[in-house]
């Protein structure tokens, strides 16, 4: 560890390289974490298997690559794929859980990530994926720090999509009824708006998000079949931080987990990677408890 | 309702008695049913193993296909046919764990072959232990399943320990001479990728190499940016990489897009990740451990030589045979060659003729020590050159002369 650190320090531009990389990887936990803050926010659902539609995401602009898709228009097919798929898990098995308690839907999310592995690794096999868009890498700083046009793209898309999102949500008639329903779903239905069609379009629209997100990572990382999980526990993970409502806050979120995550890899070793990012979860709830414990006896 | 229930706790009685009586005499024999000797084996045919797994079957069952073209097994003046029950394991240890229980208690079967993965072999060895029951395996290479002092339990494969010791020797034959060369090391951390470390630092310290980068990767591995970016500061000689698939292909693709520069770049799995097809001119110069390859000169009369099987099993499943499936039709081949040689199928007796082995096969020579490995076959290493795997080390089965040092990113 310490021979890590003296290393940063004697490479500064290590630490930038690093940083850069990590943003990069935080885009696309950013990306799954918008549909997974939907989801919580509007459905109550804590969804399991958002990793798993990561993946799907990955197979389907991999499928589309195969048909002679560049790999660069993947990923609306790969969102607009996903959106169909999210659609029809809703009408088959989450309006089942909506309103249920907390522990249903875990389960039942659960369940469906374990279904979708196991299709997809009958469907797709088991291989290692990955799609070769042809993009060039970037040099910054003299060739110090080395970007990945791929990355870059990624890193984009996603705040693309982050903007798009807010604008739809704030803008868009659905965007409304959205909000609309996560405030009050009973006052929604009562004024009007079909809350079950909502639940739907807000599931499958978390599914397109994701779908995007496996898009890009089967370009720049990897896929296979059980590659879900860091997605789902990322993305948890950045909506506890940031929080149900803010989509702004998301992104940061996002890229801060995925800068800091690469930080703490270098610096402690890649085998502590993990267990870091579950350490900063635990002393990021403990501080934020403290510091609204402190709000609310200032209110008082 | 309490003499229903009497009745009840009889029957279960009755069933319990009858069960033991069963399970202790379909021990007491073998699986023959008239000429027939059936082995049992659990497979991963679904779940994350499952491409390994058909590798696994497809090698076996092209054993049994040419033992039993050529007129089966005899012994004891008697010819026998082989045939194979199949469980799928769903690429759970558990799964395998139980499989092997129900093969030799349900099924009675009295041989096994092994399953994929190192993981599954160690969860079913301790019931064929139990039972007594040989299991020639030809998937799990780790070397702590050696360890334990089985007695039934055989590999035809090198173990974990020697994937890449071959591309240290060779860092350091290249070199004229190892001291002083620094190594890094990627390495998943799972049993089988740390035995690998384990290796490698052996030799490197043996070699007198340092070893200046020593990660652990996370077994849910997705990125390797945080490896690579010190690799790229700190310039190693030699840059080791063992993550299974997963590992070989994003470390391919994560040096070839962030331009890392380094001489000399060794993995395993490569052929599992289809290096050459996925990446192309990516995959250039990475030197890859293999068990096997068509290219070495072993020969044996019922495949003929390396490449003679290499043609059979293309013609038949329509792709080449990576080494999964080479060293599963060897573990067939050695099951026959002892059943012969004990002249019978007393469980005991084939053990002995297991433990005392020695056959040459188109797979390489096959030579048990004391704990069940077999110590008669080098690894290889293949280098990826002009789109193709060809074989560099050892020197007597090399099939071109090993190229390096990899060039820079900016000069290819």
């Given at each position: ?25 935080g ?31 990955g ?58 592995q ?60 959205i909000?609309?329903?996560?405030q ?8 009007g ?7 739907a ?5 978390n ?32 909506v ?31 085998e ?14 403990v501080?934020?408890?403290?510091v ?9 | ?19 033991l ?16 000797v ?25 054993a ?42 349900q099924?009675?079967?009295?041989f ?35 360890e ?7 590999a035809?494969?090198?173990?974990t ?25 990627a ?46 500061v ?20 994560q040096i ?9 770049l060794?993995?395993t ?21 293999s ?20 043609t ?7 792709y ?19 059943f ?19 056959l ?35 020197a ?9 040092p ?7």
């Amino acid at each position: 560890m310490l021979d890590n650190l003296q290393l940063l320090f004697s490479y500064p531009v290590l630490g930038a390289d690093l940083i850069a990389n990590g943003l990069m990887i935080g885009s696309i936990f950013a990306l799954a974490a918008f549909g997974m803050a939907l989801v919580w926010g509007v459905l109550g659902i804590i969804n399991i298997a958002q990793g798993e539609f990561v993946m799907l995401g990955g197979f389907v602009a991999l499928t589309a690559a195969e048909f002679g898709v560049p790999p660069l228009a993947t990923i609306p097919i790969a969102a607009a794929g996903l959106f169909v798929i999210g659609w029809g898990l809703y009408r088959l098995v989450i309006f089942r859980i909506v309103d249920r308690d907390l522990f249903v839907s875990l389960l039942a999310t659960f369940g469906l990530s374990i279904v979708l592995q196991q299709l997809s690794n009958e469907v797709f096999g088991a291989d290692v994926q990955t799609l070769e868009t042809g993009l060039g890498t970037l040099y910054l700083l003299d060739g110090q720090i080395v970007l990945p046009e791929i990355k870059l793209v990624a890193f984009g898309t996603a705040l693309i999509v982050g903007l798009l999102l807010w604008a739809f949500l704030k803008r868009a008639r659905l965007g409304q009824a959205i909000r609309a329903t996560a405030q009050n779903a009973r006052a929604a239905r009562i004024l009007g708006i079909d809350t079950d069609r909502v639940y739907a379009a807000t599931f499958a629209l978390n599914a397109a998000l994701c779908g995007a997100a496996g898009s890009l990572v089967v370009m720049a990382w990897t896929i296979h079949p059980y590659i879900g999980l860091p997605y789902t526990v990322r993305s948890f993970l950045v909506v506890v931080v940031a929080g149900l409502g803010n989509i702004i806050a998301v992104i940061a979120a996002g890229l801060g987990l995925g800068a800091l995550e690469n930080l703490a890899g270098f610096i402690l070793g890649t085998e502590y990677q993990i267990a870091f990012v579950f350490v900063a979860m635990v002393v990021i709830l403990v501080v934020r408890n403290w510091v609204l414990r402190r709000k609310r006896e200032y209110l008082k | 309702m309490s003499r229903v229930r009497t009745l009840l706790r009889h029957a279960g009685a009755v069933f319990a008695c009858i069960a033991l009586v069963w399970a202790f005499v379909s021990q007491a024999h073998a699986k023959v049913e008239n000429d027939m000797v059936y082995l049992g084996a659990a497979i991963s045919l679904t779940g994350k193993y499952s491409t390994n797994g058909a590798h696994t079957q497809r090698g076996y069952d092209l054993a049994i296909e040419r033992i039993n073209a050529e007129g089966g097994v005899i012994v004891d003046g008697k010819t026998y046919k082989l045939a194979i029950i199949y469980y799928d394991d769903e690429s759970t240890p558990a799964r395998g764990a139980q499989l092997a229980e129900r093969l030799i208690q349900q099924d009675g079967v009295t041989f096994i072959l092994g399953p994929y993965s190192s993981g599954l072999t160690r969860a079913m060895a301790p019931i064929i232990e139990k039972y007594g029951i040989p299991m020639v395996e030809a998937n799990g290479a780790s070397i702590s399943l050696f360890e334990e002092g089985y007695k039934y339990l055989f590999a035809v494969l090198s173990t974990t320990e020697q994937y890449l010791q071959g591309a240290v020797a060779l860092a350091a034959q290249t070199a004229g001479d190892g001291e002083g060369l620094r190594v890094a090391l990627a390495m998943e951390n799972d049993p089988f990728s740390q035995d690998v470390r384990t290796g490698v630092i052996a030799d490197a310290e043996h070699h007198g190499m340092r070893v200046i980068i020593d990660d652990k990767l996370p077994p849910d591995l997705s990125d390797l940016a945080a490896t690579l970016a010190k690799v790229r500061v700190l310039k190693p000689d030699l840059l080791v990489v063992s993550g299974h698939a997963k590992g070989a292909a994003l470390a391919i693709r994560q040096i070839a897009d962030g331009r890392v520069d380094v001489p000399m770049l060794a993995l395993t799995h490569c052929d599992a990740a289809q290096i050459i097809e996925k990446f192309g001119e990516k995959a250039e110069y990475a030197l890859c451990a293999s068990q096997w390859a068509p290219g070495l000169s072993y020969s044996d009369p019922l495949f003929g030589s390396a490449s003679d099987f290499a043609t059979l099993f293309e013609e038949t499943y329509g792709y080449a045979p990576p080494y999964q499936a080479a060293e599963s039709a060897a573990a067939v081949m050695v099951f026959a060659d002892a059943f012969e040689r004990a002249g019978t199928f007393d469980t005991l007796a084939v053990r002995d003729a297991l433990s005392a082995t020695d056959l040459m096969t188109f797979y390489g020579r096959i030579d048990f020590d004391e704990a069940g490995r077999n110590i008669a076959k080098p690894m290889v290493l293949y280098q990826v050159q002009d789109g193709k795997f060809r074989v560099v080390y050892p020197a007597e089965f090399a099939e071109a002369p090993f190229r390096h040092p990899t060039p820079r990113w900016a000069d290819r």
